[in-house]
């Protein structure tokens, strides 16, 4: 297992590059850039500050420096957060994206497992149906479209319940308080919850018409050990292959969720940097991003080994 581990990692060493060659040219390629404004700089100063961060080389000589701190694990300094690396800035956001991508993950989970196996077991019945539907209705919405929605319902409006009136924080940090949670961690979870649950039922209707299940039945098993205890880890199998995509997943909606409830996560880094022009930055965020997809997809493929001992890691 070890082995296979090195082995994937190494493998990812090339698909890292393309990742980062790709974005740094593309960066550079995009019109304006960091030190643009409405108001022009006199060319002295511009100059300097160029010649500061190696911006006034060549674009290949930009390139072959920036591999080389990178090499020796320096993301540069933030062109537009003054007195910030963008490694300082990428730590002060994890915990916040962390807690925020983990959360809606394990909520999607529990949720989409039970609904998913809800509906297998109630196959082509209007549970079924209903629970099929709304998860069509999870996917195909986007979530800056359910944020705003969720926001104007649950924060604006707020809830009356027993005559008594409840609302959520409509943005905000507040030092990750739990009434600041509530919402993006919902509307991240939205989609996953809908995919999980679609996943989960079609693997259970398959495990519940496999011989093995047929075989328990015969033997007067009561049903809930039948899906407890045979059916449900053999019906676990493709959700753990999807927890990689999954991450991915909740790593892009963090883009966007950030930015509408203003968390200081590192997605919202990104969208500033990215309207801002701050390259290294940019290329930070991408670049832990894509080593977190990347070791995850790996956590994913040893674990699915782990469940399955029919599954040989090569």
Do not use: C
Request: charged fraction near 15%; hydrophobic fraction near 50%; charge should be positive.
């Amino acid at each position: 297992m070890i082995f296979y581990a090195a082995k994937r990692l190494l493998g990812a060493i090339p698909t890292l590059f393309i990742i980062i060659t790709v974005t740094f040219f593309m960066m550079r390629l995009a019109p304006g850039g960091p030190f643009d404004s409405e108001r022009r700089l006199p060319p002295e100063i511009e100059a300097n500050i160029k010649a500061a961060y190696d911006l006034d080389k060549p674009v290949l000589t930009q390139y072959g420096i920036y591999l080389g701190r990178l090499l020796h694990g320096d993301f540069g300094p933030s062109y537009k957060n003054k007195d910030f690396t963008v490694s300082e800035l990428i730590a002060t956001g994890i915990p916040v994206s962390a807690r925020l991508g983990l959360s809606s993950i394990f909520i999607a989970l529990i949720i989409g497992t039970f609904l998913g196996v809800y509906a297998a077991l109630r196959q082509n019945k209007p549970q079924d149906h209903g629970v099929m539907s709304l998860a069509m209705i999870g996917i195909t919405i986007p979530s800056f479209i359910t944020a705003p929605l969720l926001t104007l319902a649950l924060a604006v409006y707020g809830i009356r319940l027993f005559g008594w009136q409840f609302s959520l924080p409509a943005g905000g940090w507040n030092d990750g308080a739990l009434r600041n949670m509530i919402l993006p961690v919902f509307v991240l979870a939205l989609p996953q919850i809908a995919i999980i649950a679609r996943l989960m039922r079609a693997s259970m209707i398959e495990v519940l018409h496999s011989n093995y299940i047929r075989t328990a039945r015969a033997k007067g098993l009561p049903d809930n050990v039948i899906v407890v205890r045979h059916a449900l880890r053999a019906a676990i199998l493709p959700l753990v292959s999807y927890l990689g995509p999954a991450l991915a997943g909740v790593i892009a909606g963090s883009l966007v969720i950030e930015t509408i409830f203003g968390l200081p996560g590192i997605g919202r880094y990104f969208v500033q940097g990215a309207l801002n022009r701050d390259y290294t930055l940019v290329m930070g965020v991408v670049i832990f991003y894509a080593s977190f997809v990347i070791l995850f997809n790996i956590l994913a493929d040893i674990l699915y080994s782990v469940l399955d001992p029919r599954v040989k890691l090569s």
